[in-house]
Nanobody, 126 residues
Framework: QVQLVESGGGSVQAGGSLRLSCVASGNTDSDLCMAWFRQAPGKEREGVAL???????THVDSVEGRFTVSKDNAQNIVYLQMNSLKPEDTAIYYCATKSRPCWLLVPKAASYYKYWGQGTQVTVSS
């Protein structure tokens, strides 16, 4: 079992920045993939960024160059630094994890992730 707790969401104006945090606890010693997803009203949950145990990362094209995923292994925290935010980034952001293999950009990627946080709301106004 893995427990995930997100924080750091809020309301910002376009062009602003936020940093999301996800604290993992429980069985975090296995070879886990840590990912961020988001879901806007009326839309499917989509993958945003992924970080693997070796530190390699993947970002979806729509956030490439603006968002950065990172982690603190010692404290089991995964971060999502979000810069140059746009109104279309408005969504509930979720932290999720699964065992390898690590998938983010495949169809229905969210369905492969077993453990989820409760989500944190990000609202970007124009």
């Amino acid at each position: 079992q893995v427990q995930l707790v997100e924080s750091g969401g809020g309301s910002v104006q376009a062009g602003g920045s936020l940093r999301l945090s996800c604290v993992a606890s429980g069985n975090t010693d296995s070879d886990l993939c840590m990912a961020w997803f988001r879901q806007a009203p009326g839309k499917e949950r989509e993958g945003v960024a992924l970080i693997e145990r070796d530190g390699s990362t993947t970002h979806v094209d729509s956030v490439e160059g603006r968002f950065t995923v990172s982690k603190d292994n010692a404290q089991n925290i995964v971060y999502l630094q979000m810069n140059s935010l746009k109104p279309e980034d408005t969504a509930i952001y979720y932290c999720a994890t699964k065992s390898r293999p690590c998938w983010l950009l495949v169809p229905k990627a969210a369905s492969y992730y077993k453990y989820w946080g409760q989500g944190t709301q990000v609202t970007v106004s124009s």
